[in-house]
């Protein structure tokens, strides 16, 4: 495993997967949800499109602190990232994100149920391995030989 590694690399993994299940807590308890991100490496945020309606905006009230969890598995690529979330209406990031996609939510980007969610990274964790059945193999090596398997890139990364 890594001690460190370049932020770079967790933006592109991010990018790459696009959906992450969101974890908020809702008092005591934590919920997560699967949420479409809108990756932005050069402005160092998160994006994402959600509900006025939703709990969300109680929650990032009470607290900001969220993590971010992304999967590939048929990549066998993991991220976890933990930020700070905000929530606002700014019309104009929430027009530049839009996609088709979203209409299957809103009627439009200037939908006044719409609200920009915006997750700052604070660190991250990734997990990239060279594929399910490469992985297997070295795992299986690994039990005859009775080493560790080297199934693939494990890094913590200050964001």
């Not at 980007?109 to 915006?118: E, W």
């Not at 490469?134 to 693939?152: C, E, H, N, Q, T």
């Amino acid at each position: 495993m890594a001690d460190e590694a370049s932020p770079a690399k967790v933006w592109a993994l991010m990018e790459k997967i696009g959906f992450c299940m969101l974890a908020s807590r809702d008092g005591e308890e934590i919920r997560a949800r699967p949420m479409a991100a809108y990756v932005e490496e050069e402005d160092g945020k998160v994006y994402f499109l959600t509900d006025k309606a939703s709990a969300k905006e109680e929650d990032v009230a009470a607290h900001p602190e969220v993590c971010l969890a992304f999967a590939d598995a048929g990549a066998q690529t993991y991220v976890s990232v933990t930020g700070r979330a905000a929530l606002s209406d700014d019309r104009a990031r929430i027009r530049k994100i839009w996609s088709p996609a979203a209409k299957a939510w809103w009627d439009g980007p200037d939908d006044p149920a719409i609200r920009l969610l915006t997750v700052t990274p604070r660190d991250a964790q990734y997990w990239d391995s060279p594929g399910t059945i490469l992985s297997y193999v070295k795992m299986a090596a690994a039990v005859v030989s009775d080493s560790r398997p080297a199934v693939g890139e494990h890094a913590k990364v200050a964001m």
